[in-house]
């Protein structure tokens, strides 16, 4: 008896989880239906193009000036006091100023470029004469201008580069000798040495055509000593025409202003 009776308590709980399923379901429906609305997922996005870095690749054209010192000394080659210095060491300084011309090459962080810059000068320097030669005279280096073709390497963090350079100097010299018995005398002679250095440079004005950038550089400049023939020199028994050996040293702190022309295509980043 008590058998039945539970069995029929099972089917009467059967039929009425069968009634409350539909209901229990269309809750649920509508409960996720409006948690969904309570949380909207933002449409996805495409990514952002990545930025496009500066590219030093390209030709340019500027204007550069500074100061520039050095040192220098004559030797006499020849005569009663052959090797004997006339005039000891030296102080040669004055300004500097022209142009230079070049193009860049970048490879990855890498630039590679070639650079010539044409530059006038006033530096001097003078001294009086050393025993045993004469105190009267006073014997002056001189420079009128100086050139340099170097290469440079340096490395881009995008719009600022540092850089090494080395190559090649030419410089417009000029010696003289000045005194009372025969006024003054001069030679002039182009001189060639080294030139190597370190500098920085930094794009400060970018566009589509071209790109403005500053630079500082330090150079330093060593030229070979050369002889001038015949320079009179007044030793203690007179005057004497005297061949000098002279030596020469530049050292260059300048700032420049160049112009970058954009090429066509870029050179691929790797």
């Known amino acids: 008896m008590g058998a039945l009776i539970l069995s029929r308590k099972i089917r009467v709980w059967g039929v009425r989880m069968k009634k409350l399923f539909p209901l229990v379901a269309a809750f649920v429906s509508v409960a996720t239906a409006a948690s969904a ?80 810059d044409f530059n006038w000068t006033n530096k001097r320097g003078s001294a009086t004469d050393l025993a045993p030669f004469n105190f009267g005279s006073v014997s002056e280096t001189r420079e009128k201008w100086l050139d340099t073709f170097r290469g440079r390497f340096g490395y881009a963090i995008d719009r600022f580069m540092v850089y090494g350079t080395a190559g090649v100097a030419v410089a417009g010299t000029a010696v003289s000798v000045t005194n009372p018995l025969f006024g003054t005398v001069s030679q002039s002679m182009d001189r060639t040495g080294w030139v190597a250095g370190l500098g920085g440079e930094f794009a400060v004005w970018t566009g589509g055509a071209f790109d403005v950038t500053l630079k500082v550089e330090y150079l330093h400049v060593g030229f070979e000593t050369r002889q001038y023939q015949n320079m009179p020199v007044v030793t203690a028994t007179g005057l004497a025409f005297v061949a000098r050996d002279t030596k020469l040293t530049d050292d260059i702190v300048r700032a420049g202003l160049n112009v970058k022309f954009n090429w066509g295509a870029v050179v691929a980043r790797y």
Do not use: H, R
């Not at 449409?43 to 193009?49: C, D, G, V």
């Not at 010192?69 to 005039?87: V, Y």
């Open 37 to 116: 609305a309570d949380f909207p997922v933002e449409p996805m996005k495409a990514p952002l193009p990545a930025p496009i870095l500066f590219s030093w690749t390209g030709c340019y054209v500027g204007v550069e000036g500074g100061g520039a010192w050095g040192q220098g000394e004559q030797i006499a080659n020849g005569g009663a006091n052959p090797n004997a210095t006339i005039t000891g060491g030296l102080s040669i300084k004055g300004g500097i100023g022209g142009g230079t011309i070049g193009c860049n090459i970048q490879m990855s962080n890498f630039v590679v470029s070639g650079e010539a």
